[in-house]
């Protein structure tokens, strides 16, 4: 027992060790896109992120900050760090579960019993630790677990939950006779509260936990009595998810309102009185339990006991919340509005079992529950959240079909569903027929189990042709002819030959034949965490990313059966290789060519340890701006690395970051109000009561053919008035706010402005007394009041900019009025007289401070550097780096100046060259400038690199079985060839316009079609 049990924990941190120098050599040293600044933000001063939070995240996250020792560069890098050690541990606690199931196996102990006392001979340890190696680093070098591993994100942690409750739980088989084993049972409620404040994936593995403890305890199971604990144990789940996580929360809500309100008791009675009865309660189930003797009770109350204090990571939120500090969404402060964070409502929902499809017609809205906020000396009704009411008949069993989505209902049609439009006889308006209950079915197997389950578990297995969105496995037989150079150079093109998929076969059907139960407790950790979660989830036909990372506990699940796969291949060899020792040696050797495969193809794409690109995005976005600045920017890619910028390195703190999508809600208008570091509270005029939620929402457009334009001021005063004349009935009888016409005005007072110095001296005939635009909307959003409001208070005295990745139509027609300057777009009162809306091309271009921001200010690093791996998500910022370098390029063109301009464009292209960065839809712009500049030569090679790479994607996504799913890239191969096509007849290149034109005309009717 000795000796193998010291293997077995030498080999574990051996394996541990292999993990752990795989992902911090392939760290990412700053912060990667979409959630990781937000996370290694908040972590660093432990903030408040998007709901429903992370506290035991952050918490761990700020410990590995501080061994930055106030290195702020090396605080993403530590925090970053935390995944890849959280991964490192799910392999090790991987390995152990492995070898415990292995074991069985192997000495031919088949269920649920404790053999920690039987020693396996050398011939067999060497089996079970081989199994062990094979699987642990199987799920290692996946493609989804080792993305997660190497960033600061919440999935990585979620796994280790996952892998430790398990490894738990397996422990607590083998010490169940033992009079103490319930204390397993506690600890495993206790990290599953833990892992409430990770995520909630976790919660999924109870149900096979739950057939471990049945088995178990039972001493004669039944599928009967399997089935009843499956379903106790989903009960369970949903108690965990519903009762615990936001119910004892709104209970508590529930009384705080009723004491406060109706009783009259000062603020947080409520509260203390359901703490109080809480309390008491469970200390009655103690001593009831002890009363009548029952361990069954007791060990319940303790794991409830347990779970909550696991949970109570939680308390972090909203004390850190009524500190105000700078990153705070939501603002859940106290109870109920914790409660609103906890149920992430400003997300919405969408139906699970039953619910309406797209096609469903809403009959008439209801107000539902108030929404309370603390007021003065009570809780004060805020709003009445509105629900939509749609008829029976409308209503399915497993929605599925549900978006009205005009683009989710495009959609759809590819994955099988016949979406028809019909005309009502007695009205005569048109809608869509109901989907049928098959089409619901099939777009739930084809697609959402399909696509977005199978094929990522694929990616892991057998092989991902690619990294663009929408990738297909790679099978064993496929090649590189007649593939796009997209697709075909990509470094994540990843070809494993089933090898990995075929061993875990081999695995899964040995484990049945040989171990029913505990078959059968993998199968439904595989389920729950894999396909279980599809149903929950009830994905809309598309994704602005890729969801792989969701499913890595069925990854993980599956890296079991890898494992044991080893065994399945050991007894396959039984009738060649009669030493066991020699046979174990053979089967090792062989499996582990799965993970040295997946280790061989997927390191260059998992390698970031040298990408800088999304913390350079941001910093340079941030020093495309003058001092004070006031910056409005979408979501995710485009505000978190600047969060991650400011918070943690203290780049640019006098610029206020407005994310626009929040500044739809009161508690971002109250933030903005408030200084945050170098930065003062925003100009914002308008009172809470204007603007809190419920409140001018959105503005319709209601025409008075009397008013032919508007005063902004005038009409941000009768906004503040709420004044009748612009009030209009709605169909409820509630009156909104609109506005009488789409002609806006602002009066500017030139001489202040030119006392200021804003006017550069070469516009200096371009400012205007008056700004006029139209605001060319049906209705004007909180975002865009608040726009407005400012535009109308500042005076000028803070610069004003959009994020040129800004939607456009958030830009209110405003265009004329930009100035570029970097990667933004300011707000001036100088009128650009060559604005064209159909170039496409916003705000004047002033060459020198251009130039400076561009050449001397952004850092671009290792954007030139071949041996890198850019993925799409990457590669977008860059393009637009050279959209505002073609900018900057033609305006010296345009000036006569072209020494400057040939200066710019050489030094886009040294900066970011074909090689590293491929050219994108962007790069034809250049070809007028360059044959301007003498480089006739490059324009050629820019021209024809891009017809031929349009060409050749556009020929196989022609072709490609599922080449409908490529519409964004299709549609940018489309772009590149109008913009080459137009290039060409530009500088009088007669051959290759007609070639662009002639591929133009042969794919544009596949597409109209």
Same mark, same amino acid.
């Given at each position: 027992?000795?000796?193998?049990?010291?293997?077995?924990?030498?080999?574990?941190?051996?394996?541990?060790?292999?993990?752990?120098?795989?992902?911090?050599?392939?760290?990412?040293?700053?912060?990667?896109?979409?959630?990781?600044?937000?996370?290694?933000?908040?972590?660093?001063?432990?903030?408040?992120?998007?709901?429903?939070?992370?506290?035991?995240?952050?918490?761990?996250?700020?410990?590995?900050?501080?061994?930055?020792?106030?290195?702020?560069?090396?605080?993403?890098?530590?925090?970053?760090?935390?995944?890849?050690?959280?991964?490192?541990?799910?392999?090790?606690?991987?390995?152990?579960?492995?070898?415990?199931?292995?074991?069985?196996?192997?000495?031919?102990?088949?269920?649920?019993?404790?053999?920690?006392?039987?020693?396996?001979?050398?011939?067999?340890?060497? /089996? &079970? =630790?081989?199994?062990?190696?094979? *699987?642990?680093?199987? +799920? @290692?070098?996946?493609?989804?677990?080792? %993305?997660?591993?190497?960033?600061?994100?919440?999935?990585?942690?979620?796994?280790?939950?996952?892998?430790?409750?398990?490894?738990?739980?397996?422990?607590?088989?083998?010490?169940?006779?033992?009079?103490?084993?319930?204390?397993?049972?506690?600890?495993?409620?206790?990290?599953?509260?833990?892992?409430?404040?990770?995520?909630?994936?976790?919660?999924?593995?109870?149900?096979?936990?739950?057939?471990?403890?049945?088995?178990?305890?039972?001493?004669?199971?039944?599928?009967?009595?399997?089935?009843?604990?499956?379903?106790?144990?989903?009960?369970?789940?949903? /108690? &965990? =998810?519903?009762?615990?996580?936001? *119910?004892?929360?709104? +209970? @508590?809500?529930?009384?705080?309102?009723? %004491?406060?309100?109706?009783?009259?008791?000062?603020?947080?009675?409520?509260?203390?009185?359901?703490?109080?009865?809480?309390?008491?309660?469970?200390?009655?189930?103690?001593?009831?339990?002890?009363?009548?003797?029952?361990?069954?009770?007791?060990?319940?109350?303790?794991?409830?006991?347990?779970?909550?204090?696991?949970?109570?990571?939680?308390?972090?939120?909203?004390?850190?919340?009524?500190?105000?500090?700078?990153?705070?969404?939501?603002?859940?402060?106290?109870?109920?509005?914790?409660?609103?964070?906890?149920?992430?409502?400003?997300?919405?929902?969408?139906?699970? =079992?039953?619910?309406?499809?797209?096609?469903?017609?809403?009959?008439?809205?209801?107000?539902?529950?108030?929404?309370?906020?603390?007021?003065?000396?009570?809780?004060?009704?805020?709003?009445?959240?509105?629900?939509?009411?749609?008829?029976?008949?409308?209503?399915?069993?497993?929605?599925?079909?549900?978006?009205?989505?005009?683009?989710?209902?495009?959609?759809?049609?590819?994955?099988?569903?016949?979406?028809?439009?019909?005309?009502?006889?007695?009205?005569?308006?048109?809608?869509?027929?109901?989907?049928?209950?098959?089409?619901?079915?099939?777009?739930?197997?084809?697609?959402?189990?399909?696509?977005?389950?199978?094929?990522?578990?694929?990616?892991?297995?057998?092989?991902?042709?690619?990294?663009?969105?929408?990738?297909?496995?790679?099978?064993?037989?496929?090649?590189?002819?007649?593939?796009?150079?997209?697709?075909?150079?990509?470094?994540?093109?990843?070809?494993?030959?089933?090898?990995?998929?075929?061993?875990?076969?081999?695995?899964?059907?040995?484990?049945?034949?040989?171990?029913?139960?505990?078959?059968?407790?993998?199968?439904?950790?595989?389920?729950?965490?894999?396909?279980?979660?599809?149903?929950?989830?009830?994905?809309?036909?598309?994704?602005?990313?890729?969801?792989?990372?969701?499913?890595?506990?069925?990854?993980?699940?599956?890296?079991?059966?890898?494992?044991?796969?080893?065994?399945?291949?050991?007894?396959?060899?039984?009738?060649?290789?009669?030493?066991?020792?020699?046979?174990?040696?053979?089967?090792?050797?062989?499996?582990?060519?799965?993970?040295?495969?997946?280790?061989?193809?997927?390191?260059?794409?998992?390698?970031?340890?040298?990408?800088?690109?999304?913390?350079?995005?941001?910093?340079?976005?941030?020093?495309?701006?003058?001092?004070?600045?006031?910056?409005?920017?979408?979501?995710?890619?485009?505000?978190?690395?600047?969060?991650?910028?400011?918070?943690?390195?203290?780049?640019?703190?006098?610029?206020?970051?407005?994310?626009?999508?929040?500044?739809?809600?009161?508690?971002?208008?109250?933030?903005?109000?408030?200084?945050?570091?170098?930065?003062?509270?925003?100009?914002?005029?308008?009172?809470?009561?204007?603007?809190?939620?419920?409140?001018?929402?959105?503005?319709?457009?209601?025409?008075?053919?009397?008013?032919?334009?508007?005063?902004?001021?005038?009409?941000?005063?009768?906004?503040?008035?709420?004044?009748?004349?612009?009030?209009?009935?709605?169909?409820?009888?509630?009156?909104?706010?609109?506005?009488?016409?789409?002609?806006?005005?602002?009066?500017?007072?030139?001489?202040?402005?030119?006392?200021?110095?804003?006017?550069?001296?070469?516009?200096?005939?371009?400012?205007?007394?008056?700004?006029?635009?139209?605001?060319?909307?049906?209705?004007?959003?909180?975002?865009?009041?608040?726009?407005?409001?400012?535009?109308?208070?500042?005076?000028?005295?803070?610069?004003?900019?959009?994020?040129?990745?800004?939607?456009?139509?958030?830009?209110?027609?405003?265009?004329?009025?930009?100035?570029?300057?970097?990667?933004?777009?300011?707000?001036?009162?100088?009128?650009?007289?060559?604005?064209?809306?159909?170039?496409?091309?916003?705000?004047?271009?002033?060459?020198?401070?251009?130039?400076?921001?561009?050449?001397?200010?952004?850092?671009?690093?290792?954007?030139?550097?071949?041996?890198?791996?850019?993925?799409?998500?990457?590669?977008?910022?860059?393009?637009?780096?050279?959209?505002?370098?073609?900018?900057?390029?033609?305006?010296?063109?345009?000036?006569?100046?072209?020494?400057?301009?040939?200066?710019?464009?050489?030094?886009?292209?040294?900066?970011?060259?074909?090689?590293?960065?491929?050219?994108?839809?962007?790069?034809?712009?250049?070809?007028?400038?360059?044959?301007?500049?003498?480089?006739?030569?490059?324009?050629?090679?820019?021209?024809?690199?891009?017809?031929?790479?349009?060409?050749?994607?556009?020929?196989?996504?022609?072709?490609?079985?599922?080449?409908?799913?490529?519409?964004?890239?299709?549609?940018?191969?489309?772009?590149?060839?109008?913009?080459?096509?137009?290039?060409?007849?530009?500088?009088?290149?007669?051959?290759?316009?007609?070639?662009?034109?002639?591929?133009?005309?042969?794919?544009?009717?596949?597409?109209?079609?």
């Amino acid at each position: 027992m000795q000796r193998y049990s010291r293997l077995n924990n030498l080999v574990g941190w051996l394996v541990f060790a292999v993990a752990t120098i795989t992902y911090l050599l392939t760290l990412e040293p700053t912060a990667s896109f979409w959630d990781c600044g937000e996370f290694i933000a908040c972590s660093y001063k432990l903030l408040v992120p998007h709901p429903p939070g992370a506290p035991t995240f952050l918490l761990l996250g700020r410990l590995f900050s501080l061994l930055s020792f106030g290195d702020v560069t090396k605080v993403s890098v530590m925090v970053n760090a935390l995944s890849a050690l959280s991964s490192s541990f799910t392999v090790l606690f991987l390995f152990w579960s492995i070898t415990m199931l292995a074991k069985k196996l192997v000495l031919r102990r088949p269920g649920m019993h404790d053999d920690r006392f039987a020693e396996p001979t050398a011939g067999q340890s060497v /089996l &079970i =630790l081989g199994s062990g190696v094979v *699987g642990a680093l199987a +799920l @290692a070098f996946s493609d989804s677990f080792w %993305f997660n591993a190497v960033e600061a994100e919440v999935y990585a942690m979620s796994s280790l939950c996952t892998a430790v409750v398990v490894w738990l739980m397996l422990k607590w088989e083998n010490r169940a006779d033992e009079y103490d084993s319930d204390k397993w049972l506690i600890l495993i409620a206790y990290v599953m509260g833990l892992s409430i404040g990770v995520h909630l994936l976790n919660l999924l593995a109870i149900p096979a936990l739950g057939l471990i403890y049945y088995f178990r305890r039972t001493n004669t199971p039944t599928w009967m009595g399997g089935l009843i604990t499956l379903v106790v144990s989903s009960i369970i789940v949903g /108690l &965990i =998810l519903v009762g615990i996580i936001p *119910g004892l929360p709104s +209970l @508590a809500g529930a009384l705080e309102v009723y %004491f406060v309100n109706s009783i009259g008791l000062p603020f947080n009675s409520g509260l203390i009185f359901f703490l109080i009865v809480f309390f008491a309660l469970l200390w009655f189930g103690f001593r009831y339990s002890k009363q009548r003797q029952s361990r069954l009770l007791n060990t319940a109350l303790l794991s409830l006991v347990f779970i909550l204090i696991g949970y109570s990571s939680y308390l972090i939120i909203p004390i850190r919340s009524s500190f105000l500090p700078t990153i705070n969404e939501n603002t859940p402060n106290d109870v109920l509005s914790f409660v609103s964070y906890l149920k992430r409502e400003q997300y919405g929902d969408r139906p699970l =079992l039953y619910g309406p499809q797209f096609s469903a017609q809403p009959y008439d809205q209801k107000e539902g529950a108030p929404r309370y906020v603390r007021g003065t000396d009570k809780y004060e009704v805020a709003e009445h959240r509105l629900e939509t009411l749609y008829r029976d008949e409308d209503k399915v069993l497993l929605p599925r079909l549900y978006s009205p989505d005009p683009g989710h209902i495009q959609q759809y049609q590819k994955w099988g569903v016949n979406v028809r439009q019909q005309q009502d006889p007695e009205t005569g308006q048109t809608s869509y027929a109901r989907p049928t209950m098959g089409e619901n079915l099939g777009f739930l197997f084809r697609y959402q189990m399909g696509h977005m389950f199978w094929r990522y578990f694929m990616w892991n297995f057998v092989g991902r042709d690619s990294d663009v969105q929408q990738a297909g496995v790679m099978w064993p037989t496929e090649s590189k002819t007649g593939l796009p150079e997209r697709l075909a150079d990509s470094e994540a093109r990843n070809n494993f030959f089933a090898i990995p998929l075929l061993l875990g076969i081999v695995g899964l059907f040995f484990h049945v034949r040989r171990d029913g139960t505990n078959a059968l407790m993998v199968g439904f950790l595989f389920l729950f965490t894999g396909l279980a979660i599809v149903i929950y989830l009830n994905q809309p036909p598309i994704e602005p990313r890729e969801r792989d990372y969701t499913f890595t506990g069925a990854t993980y699940a599956f890296a079991i059966w890898i494992g044991l796969g080893v065994l399945g291949l050991a007894e396959l060899l039984r009738s060649v290789v009669k030493s066991d020792g020699t046979r174990g040696g053979i089967a090792v050797a062989l499996s582990l060519l799965a993970p040295a495969l997946m280790a061989a193809q997927g390191w260059n794409d998992h390698d970031r340890s040298d990408r800088y690109n999304s913390v350079d995005s941001a910093k340079n976005l941030l020093n495309s701006l003058q001092p004070n600045a006031v910056l409005f920017t979408n979501g995710d890619n485009d505000t978190f690395p600047l969060w991650y910028a400011q918070e943690v390195e203290g780049v640019r703190t006098d610029v206020r970051v407005a994310v626009l999508s929040y500044l739809n809600t009161d508690w971002y208008i109250d933030q903005m109000k408030r200084r945050a570091y170098k930065s003062q509270p925003l100009p914002i005029s308008m009172e809470h009561s204007v603007y809190q939620q419920g409140t001018n929402d959105y503005l319709p457009f209601a025409e008075n053919p009397a008013v032919k334009d508007v005063d902004l001021k005038q009409f941000m005063q009768l906004v503040e008035q709420n004044s009748p004349l612009l009030q209009v009935q709605t169909q409820s009888g509630r009156p909104l706010l609109s506005f009488p016409t789409r002609k806006f005005y602002l009066n500017i007072d030139t001489a202040a402005v030119k006392q200021m110095g804003l006017v550069p001296a070469d516009r200096q005939n371009q400012l205007v007394g008056r700004m006029e635009w139209d605001m060319g909307r049906g209705a004007i959003e909180k975002k865009n009041l608040v726009i407005l409001d400012m535009l109308a208070t500042n005076n000028w005295q803070r610069p004003i900019y959009f994020s040129s990745t800004v939607n456009s139509q958030d830009f209110m027609n405003l265009q004329p009025y930009f100035q570029l300057e970097g990667l933004a777009y300011r707000v001036l009162p100088l009128k650009d007289p060559n604005f064209d809306p159909r170039s496409g091309q916003e705000g004047f271009v002033e060459k020198s401070l251009m130039y400076d921001i561009m050449m001397k200010r952004f850092a671009y690093r290792n954007l030139d550097r071949a041996d890198i791996f850019y993925d799409e998500n990457n590669l977008r910022f860059p393009a637009n780096y050279r959209d505002k370098f073609y900018r900057l390029a033609q305006s010296y063109v345009d000036a006569g100046d072209n020494a400057k301009a040939k200066e710019v464009m050489d030094y886009c292209f040294k900066v970011m060259p074909d090689k590293s960065i491929p050219y994108d839809y962007y790069v034809p712009q250049f070809v007028v400038p360059l044959v301007k500049v003498g480089e006739t030569q490059r324009a050629n090679e820019i021209m024809d690199t891009m017809t031929n790479r349009a060409q050749q994607a556009l020929a196989y996504y022609n072709t490609a079985p599922d080449g409908a799913l490529f519409d964004m890239e299709v549609q940018l191969n489309l772009l590149t060839l109008q913009s080459v096509y137009r290039a060409a007849e530009q500088v009088g290149d007669r051959a290759r316009a007609t070639k662009a034109l002639q591929l133009l005309q042969q794919y544009y009717p596949q597409q109209g079609g």
